[in-house]
Each structure stands twice: as structure tokens, then as C-alpha cells.
């Protein structure tokens, strides 16, 4: 596990478009950080930069100790889960868990039976025991969704990063996968950077939530404080008075007695 440090970030496009601008953010090691805001904000490119799969145009990302600007994904030690499952349905599950492990290059590919035992750690941590035999197909969504996480586990990265996990599950689902990574989390500790539109999903998993705007970094700091004292109409108008409205809608729907 390690600190991430975004220094004087931005990216720009050819024609001219910042996606992400100036952007200073240092996340602690061990530390659940959520970045949050609407559609076109840059939350993803500002995961994707860190992940090797955009450019930098300004700017340092720093792993630990290392600039990774230059480095590509498979050299920065980090694990990803996309809103797409991405599973290979003509695999078993256990066969999906260690597809990566199994395509490392012979000098740094891990000996078989390490494979197997990391297979069987991650399946028991994401109570995937009973399915690793069965193909994705046979599975249900949470449960897919737990295999992509596993597969990402599996490698044991320095940091985890989650672009919109949960966006292809009902709304029973996605509490209970709230749940199941914020456990996750407490659990095994690993640095986690994750992307969300959800406010509600945002103020529920994070020990730190970034709330960004048109590509720039708007507040940031943890969920309760953020709330409860907003430093801007955007933040005041994203976050709180969506939440105000969701407990006004509940409590007319459900009203004390």
C-alpha cells in the first residue's frame, strides 16, 4: 500500500478540451478516497490517468516514490474494476480469477501453485468458493461483479481503482455491493480510488470524498464534513441539497408516527 500525490495535473485533448485542470490531490496510504460529480466532471479521466490508460499532459502522478507518467498499466502495480464485468464466458471462474496471473511473462509469473493458492484466498474472501467451476453465465450479477473484484484482488495491488462498479446492478444489489467493498476495504486496508456519480453511494463508502466540476477539483474531505459545510454553490447544490431532497422524499414516504 502506498500514498498517490496528483501534482499540477491536467489533461488536454488535441483540440484543446481540458478534461482535467491543475488538479493537487494526495491520497493517503490505506485511505478509501471517492471521487465524486456529474457526468463530463473528469472524475474518470482523472482515474484513468492514474491507471496508465490516458495521457498526462501536465503534470506528475507519483506512486510511492515513483513518477508513473511514463510507466504503462501493467508496471504500476495497481488493480482495476470497470462497470463492465469484462469476464471471458468461455472460462470457469477460477479460470477467470487467474487469467492474469497465467499471462504474466515467465520471469515474473508466479510458480502454479501459487496460483491456486491465491485463487482459493480470493475466492473464500469474495464467497465465491462454490462457483469457481460454474461459467460467468451461471452466475448472477453481484456475483459477476465479485468475480471482477476478485480478479483485481488477485494481483494484489498497491492501489485498487473502481470506475462506476456498481452501475449495472438493481438498487437491492448495489447496497449490498456497497457493503460487500467497504468491508473489503476495512478488511485488507488497500489504498482504493473510487469513481461514482451516486452521492448517496459516495457519502455511504468513503473515508474522503473529492467533488469535482468541469475539470477542476471543487472540495474535498470527509463525507459528513463536506455536507455540512459545502465552499461552494456547486458543492451546496451537487451534494447537499440532493441528499436533502432523497431524506424529505423518504420521510414523506415513510413518516414517523
Same mark, same amino acid.
Given at each position: 500500500?502506498v500514498e498517490v500525490r496528483y501534482e ?154 473502481? &470506475? ?33 456519480? &451516486? ?24 463525507p459528513l464534513d463536506v455536507y455540512n ?29
Amino acid at each position: 500500500m502506498v500514498e498517490v500525490r496528483y501534482e499540477n495535473v491536467t489533461k488536454r485533448y488535441d483540440n484543446g478540451f481540458e478534461a482535467v485542470r491543475n488538479l493537487d490531490l494526495s491520497i493517503s496510504d490505506g485511505e478509501f478516497l471517492v471521487l465524486l460529480g456529474p457526468s463530463g466532471c473528469g472524475k474518470s479521466t482523472t482515474l484513468r490517468m492514474l491507471a496508465g490508460l490516458e495521457d498526462v499532459s501536465e503534470g506528475n502522478i507519483v506512486i510511492g516514490d515513483t513518477r508513473v507518467n511514463d510507466l504503462p498499466p501493467g508496471a504500476r502495480g495497481l488493480g482495476m474494476v470497470f462497470q463492465s464485468y469484462a469476464l471471458y464466458p468461455h472460462m470457469t471462474i477460477a479460470e477467470n480469477l487467474s487469467f492474469g496471473l497465467r499471462m504474466e511473462n515467465p520471469e515474473s509469473r508466479l510458480p502454479d501453485e501459487e496460483i491456486v493458492k491465491r485463487v482459493q484466498d480470493v475466492a473464500k474472501l469474495m464467497e465465491l468458493v462454490d462457483q469457481l467451476t460454474k461459467k460467468p453465465k451461471q452466475l448472477s450479477g453481484g456475483q459477476r461483479q465479485r468475480v471482477a473484484l476478485g480478479r483485481a484482488l488477485i494481483r494484489r495491488p498497491q492501489v485498487l481503482l473502481m &470506475d462506476e462498479p456498481l452501475s449495472n446492478l438493481d438498487a437491492e444489489l448495489r447496497h449490498q455491493m456497497r457493503q460487500e467493498i467497504r468491508r473489503l476495504h476495512d478488511q485488507l486496508g488497500t489504498t482504493t480510488v473510487y469513481v461514482t456519480h &451516486d452521492q448517496i453511494e459516495a457519502m455511504t463508502l468513503a473515508d474522503r470524498i473529492v467533488i469535482m466540476d468541469k475539470g477542476e477539483l471543487q472540495q474535498h474531505g470527509a463525507p459528513l464534513d463536506v455536507y455540512n459545510n459545502p465552499e461552494n454553490e456547486f458543492v451546496r447544490g451537487f451534494l447537499c441539497k440532493h441528499i436533502d431532497e432523497i431524506v424529505d422524499t423518504a420521510n414523506s414516504l415513510f413518516p414517523r408516527e
